[in-house]
């Protein structure tokens, strides 16, 4: 089975230019969870969403960070303008309801590993 | 707000001896998940194991069982016959409606 695919894996890019990254949850996962990971501040939930629907964003840093899901197999996080702090790995997770309701567990994409320079 | 909270920032084990990671959390809910996860340096996020908190029974996987207290909060992560492969980020996390929360994480190095 496939997992959480997420592209591109690394990213590199200059302060001021727009970054999107990509999410595939997978198949039959209605939750979709977006991370970022810094030494600095550990494992951050940034936006998630239910049925593609985004049911808390508070995580999100500013309003230079927007995240869409206009599908169910598809999920984008956009950073513009780009700045050098935004430098993170960057983590997709997808789970599913389950019979015990929202709490199984979430599988990870490998990331995104982003350099804002 | 739940709060996950890893008070061991590094961790190290002797290769094929017992290490526990210690966990805690705070929450006014009565029913949750929690979670451990391990990271090793290719960072990918692998579920380890998990703990239903209606379940009195620690959960076992393997050389992986948990230590949960659900009074007090607690829920340790006990690795028997530790191996070189199990150096890596361990994260704690708790999940009781959508969104999960993680703990900052405990670095474990195996010494061979």
């Known amino acids: 089975d496939a997992g959480v695919i997420q592209s591109p894996r690394h990213e590199v890019t200059e302060m001021g230019q727009e970054v999107t990254l990509r999410c595939k949850p997978i198949?039959?996962?209605?939750?979709l969870f977006w991370y970022r990971q810094t030494m600095m501040r550990g494992l951050e939930l940034l936006i998630y969403?239910?049925?593609?629907?985004?049911?808390?964003d508070s995580g999100m840093p500013e309003d230079r960070f927007s995240a869409k899901m206009p599908n169910a197999s598809f999920s984008t996080l956009k950073i513009q303008p780009s700045e050098p702090r935004d430098s993170a790995v960057y983590f997709c997770?997808?789970?599913?309801?389950?019979?015990?309701?929202?709490?199984?567990?979430?599988?990870f994409g490998d990331g995104t590993r982003l350099s804002i320079l | 707000a739940q709060t996950v909270t890893q008070s061991q920032p590094e961790m190290s084990v002797q290769e094929a001896e017992t290490v526990t990671l210690s966990c805690t959390y705070d929450?006014?809910?009565?029913?949750?998940?929690l979670f451990w996860y391990k990271q090793p340096p290719s960072r990918q996020m692998i579920l380890v194991i998990r703990?239903?908190?209606?379940?009195?029974q620690n959960a076992t996987e393997n050389r992986f069982s948990v230590n949960f207290q659900k009074a007090a909060k607690s829920f340790s992560l006990k690795i028997s016959d530790s191996q070189l492969g199990d150096a890596a980020m361990y994260f704690c996390?708790?999940?009781?409606?959508?969104?999960?929360?993680f703990g900052a994480g405990t670095r474990l190095t195996v010494k061979p």
């Open positions: 997770a997808s789970s599913f309801r389950g019979g015990q309701g929202s709490k199984q567990p979430q599988h």
């Open positions: 198949s039959g996962h209605d939750y």
């Open positions: 969403f239910n049925n593609n629907v985004p049911i808390d």
């Open positions: 929450t006014s809910e009565s029913d949750y998940y």
């Open positions: 703990q239903e908190a209606y379940k009195q």
């Open positions: 996390a708790y999940r009781s409606a959508g969104d999960m929360r």
